[in-house]
C-alpha cells in the first residue's frame, strides 16, 4: 500500500467529505430550517427597493423529515418524521396552485423513502473508518462500502429531485400568476448529489488502491523468490 497511499488517502478524504455532506442534509428543515432541498419564496415580486427592510417575504422550506414556514418574524416547522405531504402544503400556502391526487400519492410516497438519507450518512461514516485501515481487506470493503453508499445516494437523490420537482413546476408555472412565488432547489440537494458523486470516486480509487497493491506485492514476492533461486544456485557451483 506503501506505492498507492497517497492516492489511498484522497479516496478516503472523499469519503469523509461525503459524510458531512450527507449529514448537512439529514439537519436540513426542520432541525436547520436555512437548510432546505426546495425553498419557496412568495412575495418576491412586491418587494420594494426602497423599504425592503419593511416587506416580509414567506417563505417555505422542505427538509429531510419536514418543512419550515416563515413570515417575517415568525416561523412555524412541523415534526421532525418520515414521510410528509408537500404539495398539500403548497396548496395551502401558496394561492393559485392546485395538484392532482396522482401528485399527492407520488410526493407522500416518495418522500418516505428519504429514510435513506441517515441510513447513507451510516454507510458513508462505515466505508470511511474501514479506508482508515492500510490493508487489503479494509480497502476492499471500504471500496465496495463506498459503492453500496453511492447506490444509495443516487436512489434517494433521484426521488428528492423527483417529488420535489412537482412542486418546483407548478410553483414556477408562467400561468401562476397571482402566486407571486419563486421556487428553487436547496443547499441539501447539491450537497447530496456532490456525495454521491464523492462516493463513486472514493469507491474507484479504493478498488483501484487496493487491487495494485496486492499486484506490487505479488510482482515484489516472485521478485524475491527468483533472487532466493539465483543465489542458492551460484552458491551451489563452488562446492
Request: hydrophobic residues 50%; proline residues 2%; neutral net charge.
Amino acid at each position: 500500500m506503501a506505492r498507492t497511499g497517497f492516492i489511498h488517502h484522497i479516496g478516503t478524504f472523499f469519503l469523509f467529505a461525503a459524510t458531512v455532506l450527507l449529514i448537512i442534509t439529514d439537519i436540513s428543515a426542520p432541525v436547520v430550517s436555512d437548510i432546505s432541498l426546495l425553498k419557496v419564496e412568495q412575495g418576491t415580486n412586491r418587494r420594494s427597493s426602497v423599504f425592503s427592510d419593511n416587506d416580509s417575504i414567506r417563505t417555505i422550506t422542505f427538509g429531510t423529515f419536514g418543512y419550515c414556514v416563515e413570515d417575517g418574524s415568525s416561523k412555524t416547522c412541523s415534526d421532525a418524521h418520515v414521510g410528509y405531504d408537500p404539495v398539500a402544503l403548497v396548496e395551502q400556502e401558496v394561492s393559485g396552485t392546485s395538484f392532482s391526487d396522482y401528485a399527492h400519492d407520488t410526493a407522500r410516497a416518495l418522500t418516505k423513502v428519504m429514510i435513506l438519507h441517515p441510513i447513507a450518512t451510516g454507510l458513508a461514516f462505515i466505508s470511511f473508518f474501514l479506508a482508515l485501515g492500510a490493508g487489503f481487506v479494509g480497502s476492499f470493503l471500504a471500496a465496495l462500502g463506498a459503492f453500496i453508499t453511492f447506490i444509495v445516494v443516487l436512489v434517494v437523490l433521484i426521488t428528492d429531485f423527483v417529488s420535489f420537482a412537482i412542486v418546483k413546476s407548478a410553483v414556477n408555472d408562467d400561468d401562476n400568476s397571482a402566486a407571486d412565488a419563486v421556487a428553487s432547489w436547496g443547499p441539501a440537494s447539491w450537497t447530496t448529489l456532490v456525495a454521491a458523486i464523492l462516493c463513486l470516486f472514493a469507491a474507484v480509487i479504493l478498488l483501484f488502491t487496493c487491487c495494485s497493491a496486492r499486484i506490487h506485492r505479488r510482482r515484489e514476492s516472485r521478485y524475491r523468490d527468483s533472487k532466493v533461486a539465483t543465489t542458492s544456485s551460484a552458491r551451489r557451483r563452488w562446492f
